[in-house]
């Protein structure tokens, strides 16, 4: 199996998590765990296919932001079934940069391509925020960077994008089957999740990752 090369620490907002790779914890079998009490992520990395270690991976994580970003709302099975939407959209979308300005015209999530429309005008129309607004089609994205007559900061725009792509992973990923959703505030679990991405360059540790592993088979 290939060897990921997992980074010592990860930034949650002001809270910096220990990452420990270990063969076990104190006797239990899981394959990660997460103390925010410690701020400690514990990964267990043998025999295992390195994909699914980084799904574990983004599972703690996950529960890291949830608990500094979003109240802890979510419960273990709505944080599992997020964590491997988020992995599957950093993997599936390789050309997809959290850190740049750069808006791409197309996003996979699960098996379905989106369109993004940008700029779009969004003033006449009722938009969460009034930067994002899908489409009746639910294949569009209509993304607009003024609010108010005002332009809204790069950054600002991508969060607004990620948050409307988190409202499509609900779709796809049937994520609304948990109540915990009901009462999420998906802006500012896109905060979070924008935050830890780009502060700790995750997307590409985990495409890293991946291409590794794929390499690696190929030999």
């Known amino acids: 199996m290939a060897k990921i090369n997992f980074p010592k620490k990860i930034k949650v907002a002001g809270f910096e998590y220990k990452i420990i790779l270990e063969d076990k914890f104190n006797g239990s079998n899981v394959d990660g765990l997460h103390s925010f009490t410690q701020l400690i992520i514990y990964i267990r990395t043998t025999q295992h296919n390195p994909q699914y270690t980084l799904s574990v991976y983004m599972h703690e994580v996950v529960h890291a932001i949830d608990i500094v970003y979003c109240g802890r709302k979510l419960g273990e099975n709505a944080t599992d079934q997020l964590s491997k939407a988020l992995y599957s959209f950093i993997v599936n979308n390789p050309k997809y940069n959290f850190s740049n300005s750069e808006i791409p015209k197309t996003v996979q999530i699960g ?46 725009l991508k969060v607004a994008l990620l948050t409307a792509i988190i409202e499509c992973i609900k779709t796809e990923y049937n994520l609304d089957q948990y109540e915990e959703f009901d009462s999420l505030e998906l802006d500012i679990l896109a905060h979070g999740i924008y935050q830890v991405v780009v502060d700790n360059n995750l997307d590409n540790f985990l495409r890293r990752g991946l291409n590794k592993y794929f390499s690696d088979v190929k030999k």
Not at 117 to 146: A, F, H, M, Q, R
């Open 111 to 156: 098996d379905m391509k989106y369109t993004i429309k940008y700029p779009s005008d969004l003033k006449n129309e009722v938009s969460p925020k009034g930067l994002w607004l899908i489409d009746k089609s639910g294949l569009i994205i209509n993304l607009d960077n003024t609010i108010h007559d005002m332009k809204v900061t790069p950054n600002v």
